[in-house]
T-cell receptor, first 117, second 113 residues
Framework: GAVVSQHPSWVICKSGTSVKIECRSL??????MFWYRQFPKQSLMLMAT?????????EQGVEKDKFLINHASLTLSTLTVTSAHPEDSSFYIC?????????????FGPGTRLTVT | KNQVEQSPQSLIILEGKNCTLQ??????????LRWYKQDTGRGPVSLTIMTFSENTKSNGRYTATLDADTKQSSLHITASQLSDSASYICVVSLMDSSYKLIFGSGTRLLVRP
């Protein structure tokens, strides 16, 4: 089956630094990837839609200059949290859409736990 | 407004027992409805996916039903196991080119020995 990986699985950084999270589709090409964040005991909240070769589309209330998204290839999207602060601590999950399938299934990555101290 | 509501919010059952989780949605245009299982600290894993023309779909001990007229779905878990302890999320997909999903808030299930 389709597999999506994320790296790192967890990261701790100091306030003010930047952190990059990678999302890869391992055995399929993904023209579209999504980035979500999830706070404890809450459901996933869509942050942005990433399309290969074009600028990401951000959801209302998400700062595009703070959460930089790059989708440079059909198998890789990156999310960079710039000048991270403790309130950015969260669980970040990506998903990838496998092109050509009947229901454009979204396959989710295992998530990245970000802790900003 | 597109919404997906789930109940109960949380549920505790004994190992071996059955349980049913509920999902109501007001999403248009509707494409399909999915149930995901999410273990703590992990990404969601798809259990079932149904279009409006499908009434039921099974995946092992998981059986999902869909009533497109009343816009309700349920997920029935049979002979629960400790490993079923997780959050179960009902998700509806829009029939447009956005690929976006509308997420329910989930039901947190705890199976006790």
């Amino acid at each position: 089956g389709a597999v999506v990986s994320q790296h790192p699985s967890w990261v701790i950084c100091k306030s003010g630094t930047s952190v990059k999270i990678e999302c890869r589709s391992l055995d399929f090409q993904a023209t579209t990837m999504f980035w979500y964040r999830q706070f404890p005991k809450q459901s996933l909240m869509l942050m942005a839609t990433s399309n290969e070769g074009s600028k990401a589309t951000y959801e209302q209330g998400v700062e595009k200059d703070k959460f930089l998204i790059n989708h440079a290839s059909l198998t890789l999207s990156t999310l960079t949290v710039t000048s991270a602060h403790p309130e950015d601590s969260s669980f970040y999950i990506c998903s990838a859409v496998e092109a050509g399938r009947r229901f454009y299934e979204q396959y989710f990555g295992p998530g990245t736990r970000l802790t900003v101290t | 407004k597109n919404q997906v509501e789930q109940s109960p919010q949380s549920l505790i059952i004994l190992e071996g027992k059955n349980c049913t989780l509920q999902c109501n949605y007001t999403v248009s245009p509707f494409s399909n409805l999915r149930w995901y299982k999410q273990d703590t600290g992990r990404g969601p894993v798809s259990l079932t996916i149904m279009t409006f023309s499908e009434n039921t779909k099974s995946n092992g001990r998981y059986t999902a039903t869909l009533d497109a007229d009343t816009k309700q779905s349920s997920l029935h878990i049979t002979a629960s196991q400790l490993s079923d302890s997780a959050s179960y999320i009902c998700v509806v997909s829009l029939m447009d080119s956005s690929y976006k999903l509308i997420f329910g808030s989930g039901t947190r299930l705890l199976v006790r020995p």
